[in-house]
């Protein structure tokens, strides 16, 4: 089953003394890229997140989001950050002194303690109050929980991808076919238009048969695609046998859609004929819309 490299999944836990809540959102990277924010309380147990994200296989650029509450009354502390608080001090200055300096009539509400306080991670509890090793296990639980949920959505998105897939798959193979039908008509036409041209410029007892017939084969052999319709076909049921197998497949469905591209490439160069050319348009076209789309796959 494939699976989408974007998805989002939460969970929440509640016990009456720890709140802990998890969110969790992907976007497409070629590697892996998890971001976690967290209270710094909790940062010592960040490392045991990673770990039991690792079981998943996850790739993609994945932000965590986790809220925590301690309704735990007992051994509370708290604690300042004192150089956060300088900061935001100095930058309060700083705006105060540049408004100034364009209008010096302007009017600034004066900066309270209770104003420096409420600023984000200026009050934090103290890491010594919280239990790390009653909550490590809740966390860690809640965090699977909505990485469960976050691996069913990119399975689904990736079942979506799969049907689109499928169909310019065929698309392809159709126009494919098409090509197969129509390309061994191009020499009987090149015979045709040489014969045509020899008689505009010979007399019709000067026109050697055998000089035909060898220039023909010539032509035949520059213009035969037989090879890059049966490639063409090969590279299409590696394609579909791909999206069967377990693991990251995006990889391997790049290379694959690159080596259809040049077997595209070629049947190009050796059309000459309009409706091949065109048909080698729609597939250029199917193969770029279908390398936008594996791009979302892991």
Known sequence: MIRSMTGFGSATFDNGIYKIGVEMKA????YRDISIRMPSGLRALEASIVEALNKYALRGKIDIYINFVNNNEENKKLAIDKDLLIAYYKSLQEINTTIKS?????KLKNISLIDLANFQGVINLA??????????PLLVATVEEATEEFVKMKCIEGENLKKDLLRRLDIIAKHTEKIK????????NYRTQLIE?????????????????QECAIMADKMDITEEIVRMGSHLQQFKASLEMEGNIGRKLDFIVQEMNRETNTMASKANNAEIANLVVEIKGELEKIREQIQNIE
């Open 197 to 213: 041209t020899l008689k505009s410029l010979l007399s019709e007892q000067n026109i050697d048969e055998n000089r035909i017939i």
């Open 127 to 136: 890491d010594d109050s919280l239990d790390l090793e009653a909550i490590k």
């Open 181 to 188: 039908v129509i390309a061994p008509e191009r020499l009987v």
């Open 27 to 30: 976007v497409n990277n070629r």
């Open 102 to 106: 364009v209008d010096k009539k302007a």
